[in-house]
Structures are given as C-alpha cells and as structure tokens.
C-alpha cells in the first residue's frame, strides 16, 4: 500500500502545469495576506478593455475567504463561493480517482 504522500508527489508530478499555476496562485494570495508584495497575474481582460471580467476579484475573494471575511468575499467576486467550493471539489474528485488507480496500479 502506498502512502498518501507518495500518491501525492506523484499526482503533483502527473498534473504539474496545474500544480505550477495553483502553487503560484497560493504564493500570491499568502504573500498578499501577510505582505505587501502583489505578485498576482493581472487579468488580461481588464487590461485590454478596461472593464472587469467575471473573473475578476476572484484572488481577493479568495484571501477573504481564507480570513473568514465572507462579506468582503462577497463584495470581491459573488461567483467565488459557487467556483471556490466547485473547485475544491473537482480538485479532490480528480485526486481520489487517481490514489485510487495507482493503488489498483501497485495491487497488480
């Protein structure tokens, strides 16, 4: 039986390009949080239109989220309590699925 850890290392390794993005995207929230060093991706939409996408915010709302601070969650993005939780979800779905084959995988 393998240990989660190992399963772990290996799903980072198999889903690298995610795990790249979203080990930046917490390095920027946490740096955020604790900082005053942004170093968040600036939506491109924005940029180009001068408008806000319907992305946009969601990195504050999260760093709210992660504070408790639902009301000013809710004022950064309203779509980060419906993405955050749907996003969480699917990321362990996907990690389950794939413990589960390697430990089919090992079990051979």
Known sequence: ????????????KKEWIWSVFIGYELMAVVLAMFTRIDIAIPCLFTKMTGTECLGCGMTRATMSMMQFDFERAWHFNKLSFIVMPLLLALIALDFKKFYKSEQSRVNQ
């Open 1 to 12: 039986m393998m240990k989660i850890t190992q399963v772990a290392l290996a799903y980072i």
